[in-house]
């Protein structure tokens, strides 16, 4: 197998309870992540799922380097160099070629449509990837080609080009769906290998739908690979090529949407 992703014997706990001076007490912390562990195969798309709190969330967050596991190892392989996620800096997981949408909207707000997707259009070179954020103003003037590079790759997706249309409104003013197709729309200009989408169909419209779909067909067309939480079994049986279900903060089971699915376990979490 050609794994992209080998996350080994993972643990993560977090404190439930705080003491005096936001100490947390004895004993008082909740293990998430229990030793889990998964291979991931370059290329395909693959879904994590399980019941609410189970900690597939946490587990993202872990991949992107946002919260450190006590124990275990992530190595990712870009097909360049390896790199272990677990001892390294966000904005380096990144600029390896991890990408991500979170669950909910996570948009900057205050800019422009347009200006959001030349921040995500860039590559994030430095320690200093926020500048773009800071400087707008600089992007404006500085990024004829940019531009260009962005309107072909949004070019094909109907719903891509209405957003291009709303390029001036403030990120903040589209609706919940629209916000999500921004930042689904931002991870088809970046340089990624890897996609991690946090429970991407949530929310969506129909049309949106057809989107996440299309979306998903041209990524794996250019080879990347994407490992997404759902909780939309539709969704899943049509889109996913494999799939694991997280429980008790490991994988319980592993194998087609179809053989997961069956589990009984995997029926009573999702009410099927
Ligand atoms: N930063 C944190 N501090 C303390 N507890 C946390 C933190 N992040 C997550 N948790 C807890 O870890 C558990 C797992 O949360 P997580 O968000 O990973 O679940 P999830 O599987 O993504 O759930 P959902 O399907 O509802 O999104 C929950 O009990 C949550 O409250
Ligand atoms: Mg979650």
């Not at 909207?105 to 994030?124: C, E, K, M, N, Y």
């Not at 990024?143 to 409104?169: A, S, V």
């Not at 490992?227 to 969704?235: Q, S, V």
């Not at 994988?251 to 009984?264: A, K, R, T």
Request: proline fraction near 3%; charged fraction near 25%.
């Amino acid at each position: 197998m050609d794994t992209i992703l080998d996350i080994k014997d993972i643990h993560k706990s977090f404190a439930v309870n705080f003491g005096r001076k936001g100490r947390a007490f004895g004993n008082e912390y909740k293990n998430v992540i229990n030793g889990l562990s998964i291979g991931l195969e370059r290329g395909r798309v693959t879904a994590l799922v399980g019941g609410n709190g189970e900690g597939k969330t946490t587990l993202f967050n872990i991949i992107s380097g946002l919260h450190r596991p006590e124990g275990g190892s992530i190595l990712f392989n870009n097909g360049r160099n390896t790199i272990d996620c677990t001892i390294t800096s966000p904005w380096k997981i990144a600029s390896s070629g991890v990408g991500r949408m979170f669950q909910g909207t996570r948009v900057f707000g205050g800019l422009s449509v347009i200006d959001h997707l030349l921040l995500q259009a860039r590559p994030v070179a430095a320690e200093t990837p926020f500048n773009n954020v800071i400087f707008p103003l600089k992007i404006r003037k500085s990024d004829r080609e940019l531009k260009q590079h962005i309107y072909e790759n949004l070019k094909e997706f109907d719903e891509f080009r209405e957003l291009w249309k709303e390029g001036k409104k403030a990120a903040s003013s589209l609706s919940f769906a629209r916000q999500r197709m921004l930042s689904l729309a931002g991870l088809l200009l970046g340089t990624y290998d890897l996609l991690l989408l946090d429970e991407p169909s949530s929310g969506l419209s129909p049309e949106s739908f057809n989107t996440l779909y299309n979306f998903l067909d041209v990524m794996t067309a250019r080879g990347k690979t994407v490992l997404l939480i759902e909780h939309n079994m539709e969704f899943i049986k049509k889109a996913v090529d494999h799939c694991h279900y997280m429980a008790e903060g490991r994988i319980l089971f592993s194998g087609s949407p179809e053989e997961v699915l069956s589990h009984d376990k995997v029926k009573q979490s999702y009410l099927l």
